[in-house]
């Protein structure tokens, strides 16, 4: 079973930079395409950005658009969210998620993951 970890969260200044780390130990994750999420308490889960197994097509949500970037490096069986400019608004729990399959259109969905790690929580001072 395919167990997915999180790391790097913690407390950031406003205006600051976080790089959140998603890993599987004991597990390659070459054949699987990442889904970033946050949801921060009493909202939904948030779709922030997933990206194909090969690292080659990626997609943002809207509004994260120009302050997120997701990577998945193979040889290291991770992938990464780097947020920069944090807002206190970024403040959350944030999920990496996994599954096999890829379509660009429901990669922002929660329901289109089969594995979630357990979450890092990210929170934002002003």
Known sequence: QLQLVESGGGLVQSGGSLTLSCEAPGFNLYDYAIGWFRQATGKEREGLSCVQANDFSKVYADSVKGRFTITKNNAKNAAYL????????????????????WSSEACLRPSWYEYWGRGTQVTVSS
């Open 82 to 101: 780097q947020i920069d400019n944090l807002k206190p608004d970024d403040a959350a729990v944030y999920y990496c998620a996994a599954t096999r399959f």
